[in-house]
């Protein structure tokens, strides 16, 4: 059974960097050339939205409020996902979930929707205060 735990959640104020970790357990995902893994975010009231995928090869894409702010990466080795967010702002707080698919073909190539994703983990909250 795949499991996605998502951890580094947390209180910052605005201008502050949290990094976040996605532990995968239950499947190797490295193993599928066409894998995917991505962060999403859902704050009350609004709808999922994509923060970043990354792919098999590294390729990676980025929602365009966190361009330039979010560094999303992976260590294949530990199967773990990382989303490093630095000079964050109130708008950026929310849920953040980490995802996981072994086949999407046009993951590294665009920001992949919430709906390619099979696997997801429980959420982790990230507040910004001003």
């Known amino acids: 059974q795949v499991q996605l735990v998502e951890s580094g959640g947390g209180s910052v104020q605005a201008g502050g960097s949290l990094r976040l970790s996605c532990a995968v357990s239950?499947?190797?995902?490295?193993?599928?050339?066409?894998?995917?893994m991505g962060w999403f975010r859902q704050a009350p009231g609004k709808e999922r939205e994509g923060v970043a995928t990354?792919?098999?090869?590294?390729?990676?894409n980025y929602g365009e409020s966190v361009k330039g702010r979010f560094t999303i990466s992976k260590d294949q080795a530990k199967n773990t996902l990382y989303l490093q967010m630095n000079s964050l702002k109130p708008e950026d707080s929310a849920m953040y979930y980490c995802?996981?698919?072994?086949?999407?073909?046009?993951?590294?190539?665009?920001?992949?929707?919430?709906?390619?994703?099979?696997?997801w983990g429980q959420g982790t909250q990230v507040t910004v205060s001003s």
């Open positions: 995802a996981a698919s072994s086949y999407v073909f046009e993951c590294g190539r665009t920001l992949v929707s919430a709906s390619r994703f099979g696997y």
């Open positions: 990354i792919a098999h090869a590294g390729d990676y």
């Open positions: 239950g499947a190797t995902f490295s193993s599928y050339s066409t894998y995917c």
